[in-house]
């Protein structure tokens, strides 16, 4: 309670049934009675009304008041100062959660209304009045007049009236009151609510999402977008966002074996394609990598130096997917990587029923583990499933072409080789097919791993053309070489059949003229069995005729395997190395000959559709799309390159240091004056943070006849010059590096941090330190990583004046 609804208030009774107290003869007989207004809980107010046994009707929005007669000495709080001087205080204040205890009504007893309180008091008042005013006039004044004057006269009416509306108003007042206090409350809950509200943001926004747990929401978003939002934005489940969903697909990554991420995308899609839509085939390559070393920022590990990254790509048979799921460095493909990589595919849904590689030397060591040859080009996996394995076609009539121009063939006595093809070319003759010319026959250096040369040269339209416009005299010879030509351009055709419109024999998928294509394999079949390359040591077949062999075998097996599983007909477009081979060209067309972090970065932005795919060098057209796009614009995740080029310039602008400011041209790795520029370089970073790290240098006239440091030499007012203590700091730290490390470039992840922690636990300096030995362990890996790919060049530049000699 206030202290407004403890003190002496006039006007007013007590709401206890048959108390007479009101302030009025508190006032004039001195009684030192307070009254007390009802407590502003309802619950207590309730108690309070049946205490003074309000029986009547009883609302608890006017005023009622109970005197302090109905209250123990021990309800009030106790005035000490009161006490002490012995007077009895005129203001007094009740505890909290008193209810009246003395002189209450028994049970017979009934109220009395508010209104008969009111309406009493008034009667005495006006009588009062009466008496006041009889003593104000003279004696003379007839006083019986006065008397006379009825309680009900106008004058007593208007004091009724005017007391109702004091009445009213001031329990109009006290509502009042009372709506502002809870309206005050209201506000303040609001504003706390708002600061609750902010730091639950602030957590949400501050929380680290694991790759799991985004790929976990990840996976619900997909299934039912409104539910994810619903969860989110109704719910208020704490869900990460776009952004973090951005941020988890930019940085899967591809450089460890199997793509587990990609697996897990592509296990969602499980549920939203056909069973023939699974059906998958493994292309599997490698690419050539430049031979160095280098520093992967993100993961703070050393990369390098490499040879070859191989890649193995899943795509659909029978379905426009395709999508690299295996990137792994200097490791060729085993009977147990590919076992496991079918394995895994199966787990998550997708049934591969075919493999396909070039035909060279590191793949005839995986085809002899899996006991593959011409006539059987099938395996068995642990499941007990059939695969078949099939060379690429494109790298068949590449190796074919070469042969064809290098040796020649022979073929029941009848001699096939390039000689009409040259005087074709020689004599420039008209209707020439594909604007032939000599580059056609030498294919020197990279032009013989050109396949749309191998394609124009090995044609229909060259075969027509040798047999109409005869350049040689000898016809024998120049229409066994037209026909060869003209079979084995049909059977290229039939290998890389990639739509189904087309009604043409060759032409259409295979199995749509099923007997007019055997019969093409069949002829093409024993054509290659039976012909020999040209020379004294070429009486087997060569590796080039096996594979063909092996192809038109395999592709009648797998044809039998599709049927078994739903398929009708085989698009034998999906069975090459195409989309790898079209992948391999955009990395390369962006960087000539890449690196093993580079080739892994564009990768990267290539499958997630970061890079357009604008480098279709492929026998067919590629209207494929990579899975992982193909869900991430199902729920309108859009990948930009802008944030990543902006965050790795960033990056490089400020913890690298570049190749202007540091060229190793030395004979040593790191000379004294190199180990006090990079200190120099670290302490201009942290100048601000530590102030008494370095200064910079100032040109000094006093001094300008002695001889400078290297520092100084370089720039005067340009260098931040280290100090003592610092260079001590930087020399042990050096000491310890080539101690930890034994003058080798450190492997693993977390590189740095991990030799930070070590180096710095050997030293007894103060944390502040810590950053900046940090980066300077960072350069230090840098620069021998510069240094060794140094050296790297060198030995290349050796080997060749070796051969040149």
């Given at each position: 309670?206030?202290?407004?609804?403890?003190?002496p208030?006039?006007?007013?009774?007590?709401?206890?049934?048959?108390?007479?107290q009101?302030?009025g003869?508190?006032?004039?007989?001195?009684?030192?009675?307070?009254?007390?207004?009802?407590?502003?809980?309802?619950?207590?107010?309730n108690?309070?009304a049946?205490?003074?046994?309000i029986?009547d009707?009883?609302?608890?929005?006017?005023s009622?008041?109970?005197?302090?007669?109905?209250?123990?000495?021990?309800d009030f709080?106790?005035?000490?100062?009161?006490?002490?001087?012995?007077?009895v205080?005129?203001?007094?204040?009740?505890?909290?959660?008193i209810?009246p205890?003395?002189?209450?009504?028994?049970d017979?007893?009934?109220?009395?209304?508010?209104?008969?309180?009111?309406?009493?008091?008034?009667?005495?008042?006006?009588?009062?009045?009466?008496?006041?005013?009889a003593?104000?006039?003279?004696?003379?004044?007839?006083?019986?007049?006065?008397?006379l004057?009825?309680?009900?006269t106008?004058?007593?009416?208007?004091?009724?009236?005017?007391?109702?509306?004091r009445?009213?108003?001031?329990?109009?007042?006290?509502?009042?009151?009372?709506?502002?206090?809870?309206?005050?409350?209201c506000?303040?809950?609001?504003?706390?609510?708002?600061?609750l509200l902010?730091?639950v943001?602030?957590?949400?926004?501050?929380?680290?999402?694991?790759?799991?747990?985004?790929?976990d929401?990840?996976?619900?978003?997909?299934?039912?977008?409104?539910?994810?939002?619903?969860?989110?934005n109704?719910?208020?489940?704490?869900?990460?966002g776009?952004?973090?969903?951005q941020?988890?697909?930019?940085t899967?990554e591809?450089?460890?074996?199997?793509?587990?991420?990609?697996?897990?995308i592509?296990k969602?899609?499980?549920d939203?394609i056909?069973?023939?839509?699974?059906?998958?085939?493994?292309?599997?390559?490698?690419?050539?990598?430049?031979?160095?070393?280098?520093?992967?920022?993100?993961?703070?590990e050393?990369?390098?130096p490499?040879?070859?990254?191989?890649v193995?790509?899943?795509?659909?048979?029978?379905?426009?997917w395709k999508?690299?799921?295996?990137?792994?460095?200097?490791?060729?493909?085993?009977?147990?990587?590919?076992?496991?990589?079918?394995d895994k595919?199966?787990?998550?849904?997708?049934?591969?029923?075919?493999?396909?590689?070039?035909?060279?030397?590191?793949n005839i060591?995986?085809?002899?583990?899996?006991n593959?040859?011409?006539?059987?080009p099938?395996?068995?996996?642990?499941?007990?499933?059939?695969?078949?394995?099939i060379?690429?076609?494109?790298?068949l009539l590449?190796?074919?072409?070469?042969?064809?121009l290098?040796?020649?063939?022979?073929l029941?006595?009848?001699?096939?080789?390039?000689?009409?093809?040259?005087a074709l070319?020689?004599?420039?003759s008209?209707?020439l097919?594909?604007?032939?010319?000599?580059?056609h026959?030498?294919?020197?250096?990279?032009q013989?791993?050109?396949?749309?040369?191998?394609?124009?040269?090995?044609?229909?339209?060259?075969a027509?053309?040798?047999?109409?416009?005869?350049?040689?005299d000898?016809?024998?010879?120049?229409?066994?070489?037209?026909?060869?030509i003209?079979?084995?351009?049909?059977?290229?055709?039939?290998?890389?059949?990639?739509?189904?419109?087309n009604?043409?024999?060759?032409?259409?998928?295979?199995?749509?003229?099923?007997?007019?294509?055997?019969?093409?394999?069949?002829?093409?079949?024993?054509?290659?069995?039976?012909?020999?390359?040209?020379?004294?040591?070429y009486?087997?077949?060569?590796g080039?005729?096996?594979?063909?062999?092996?192809?038109?075998n395999?592709?009648?097996?797998l044809f039998?395997?599709?049927?078994?599983?739903?398929?009708?007909?085989l698009?034998?477009?999906?069975?090459?190395n195409?989309?790898?081979n079209?992948?391999?060209?955009?990395?390369c067309?962006?960087?000539?000959?890449p690196?093993?972090?580079?080739?892994?970065n564009?990768?990267?932005?290539?499958?997630l559709?970061?890079?357009?795919?604008?480098?279709?060098?492929s026998?067919?057209?590629?209207?494929?799309?990579?899975?992982?796009?193909?869900?991430?614009?199902?729920?309108?995740i859009?990948?930009?390159?802008?944030?990543n080029?902006?965050e790795?310039?960033e990056?490089?602008?400020s913890?690298?240091?570049?190749?202007?400011?540091?060229?190793?041209?030395n004979?040593?790795?790191?000379?004294?004056?190199?180990?006090?520029?990079?200190a120099?370089?670290?302490?201009?970073?942290?100048?601000?943070?530590?102030?008494?790290?370095?200064?910079?240098t100032?040109?000094?006239?006093?001094?300008?006849?002695?001889?400078?440091?290297?520092?100084?030499?370089?720039?005067?007012?340009?260098?931040?010059?280290?100090?003592?203590d610092?260079?001590k700091?930087?020399?042990?730290?050096?000491?310890?590096?080539?101690?930890?490390?034994?003058?080798?470039?450190?492997k693993?992840?977390?590189?740095?941090?991990?030799?930070?922690?070590?180096?710095f636990?050997?030293?007894?300096?103060?944390?502040?330190?810590?950053?900046?030995?940090?980066?300077?362990?960072?350069?230090?890996?840098?620069?021998?990583?510069?240094?060794?790919?140094?050296?790297?060049?060198l030995?290349k530049?050796k080997?060749?004046?070796?051969?040149?000699?």
């Amino acid at each position: 309670m206030s202290s407004n609804d403890l003190i002496p208030i006039s006007g007013v009774c007590c709401a206890v049934t048959n108390c007479k107290q009101h302030s009025g003869n508190a006032i004039q007989e001195g009684y030192n009675i307070s009254f007390h207004r009802f407590p502003k809980s309802l619950q207590l107010q309730n108690i309070w009304a049946q205490k003074c046994k309000i029986v009547d009707k009883w609302n608890p929005k006017s005023s009622y008041y109970v005197c302090s007669m109905h209250f123990g000495r021990d309800d009030f709080v106790h005035d000490l100062k009161a006490e002490l001087s012995g007077y009895v205080p005129s203001y007094r204040h009740l505890k909290q959660d008193i209810a009246p205890t003395l002189n209450l009504p028994n049970d017979l007893e009934t109220s009395k209304t508010p209104a008969k309180c009111s309406s009493s008091l008034d009667a005495k008042t006006a009588q009062h009045i009466r008496e006041v005013l009889a003593r104000s006039f003279p004696p003379s004044f007839s006083s019986g007049s006065v008397y006379l004057l009825p309680p009900t006269t106008p004058s007593i009416s208007l004091c009724d009236k005017d007391t109702d509306s004091r009445q009213k108003i001031s329990t109009a007042t006290d509502y009042k009151k009372l709506y502002n206090d809870v309206l005050n409350e209201c506000n303040i809950l609001k504003s706390k609510n708002k600061i609750l509200l902010k730091k639950v943001k602030k957590k949400k926004k501050e929380s680290h999402w694991t790759r799991d747990k985004v790929a976990d929401a990840f996976a619900l978003m997909y299934h039912s977008k409104r539910a994810y939002e619903y969860l989110k934005n109704e719910l208020h489940y704490s869900l990460p966002g776009i952004l973090s969903f951005q941020r988890w697909a930019k940085t899967i990554e591809m450089n460890n074996g199997l793509i587990e991420d990609v697996l897990k995308i592509m296990k969602l899609n499980n549920d939203n394609i056909e069973d023939h839509e699974k059906l998958t085939v493994l292309i599997i390559d490698e690419l050539k990598m430049c031979n160095t070393i280098e520093y992967d920022e993100a993961n703070d590990e050393v990369i390098g130096p490499h040879t070859h990254m191989q890649v193995v790509m899943a795509r659909g048979i029978s379905s426009n997917w395709k999508q690299p799921i295996f990137v792994d460095f200097d490791v060729n493909m085993t009977k147990t990587i590919l076992f496991d990589i079918i394995d895994k595919l199966d787990d998550i849904g997708y049934k591969v029923m075919c493999c396909v590689s070039n035909y060279n030397s590191k793949n005839i060591k995986l085809w002899n583990q899996l006991n593959l040859s011409y006539e059987d080009p099938s395996f068995f996996i642990p499941n007990g499933r059939k695969i078949i394995y099939i060379p690429d076609s494109s790298n068949l009539l590449k190796l074919t072409r070469n042969w064809l121009l290098d040796t020649g063939f022979c073929l029941n006595d009848v001699e096939i080789n390039k000689i009409p093809l040259e005087a074709l070319i020689t004599k420039k003759s008209v209707g020439l097919p594909h604007n032939l010319k000599k580059e056609h026959l030498t294919c020197e250096g990279p032009q013989r791993e050109n396949i749309e040369l191998a394609k124009q040269l090995l044609s229909y339209s060259t075969a027509i053309v040798l047999q109409h416009n005869r350049p040689i005299d000898d016809l024998e010879l120049l229409n066994d070489t037209a026909e060869f030509i003209k079979l084995i351009s049909n059977w290229f055709d039939l290998a890389n059949v990639s739509q189904t419109n087309n009604r043409t024999t060759f032409k259409s998928p295979f199995g749509m003229f099923l007997y007019q294509q055997n019969k093409l394999l069949n002829e093409f079949y024993t054509t290659i069995n039976l012909m020999r390359c040209k020379g004294k040591n070429y009486t087997y077949l060569q590796g080039f005729q096996e594979g063909i062999l092996m192809y038109i075998n395999g592709i009648k097996q797998l044809f039998q395997i599709l049927r078994e599983n739903g398929v009708k007909y085989l698009l034998t477009g999906k069975i090459n190395n195409d989309p790898l081979n079209n992948l391999f060209h955009q990395i390369c067309s962006i960087d000539d000959l890449p690196s093993p972090l580079n080739a892994v970065n564009i990768l990267k932005k290539i499958t997630l559709g970061i890079y357009s795919n604008d480098h279709n060098k492929s026998n067919t057209v590629d209207h494929e799309e990579f899975m992982i796009v193909q869900i991430l614009k199902s729920v309108n995740i859009n990948l930009s390159d802008e944030d990543n080029e902006k965050e790795i310039s960033e990056r490089n602008d400020s913890d690298t240091i570049s190749e202007n400011e540091f060229t190793i041209t030395n004979k040593d790795e790191m000379e004294l004056d190199a180990i006090e520029f990079l200190a120099g370089w670290v302490a201009l970073k942290y100048k601000s943070k530590i102030p008494e790290i370095g200064c910079m240098t100032v040109f000094n006239e006093s001094n300008k006849d002695m001889i400078p440091s290297w520092m100084n030499h370089l720039s005067y007012n340009g260098l931040m010059i280290p100090s003592n203590d610092f260079k001590k700091i930087i020399s042990r730290v050096e000491w310890l590096f080539n101690k930890f490390t034994k003058h080798q470039i450190p492997k693993g992840s977390n590189v740095v941090a991990k030799l930070t922690s070590k180096i710095f636990s050997r030293m007894s300096i103060e944390k502040k330190f810590k950053g900046a030995i940090q980066i300077y362990i960072k350069q230090r890996i840098i620069i021998r990583m510069k240094y060794s790919n140094y050296r790297i060049q060198l030995k290349k530049q050796k080997k060749k004046i070796q051969k040149l000699d």
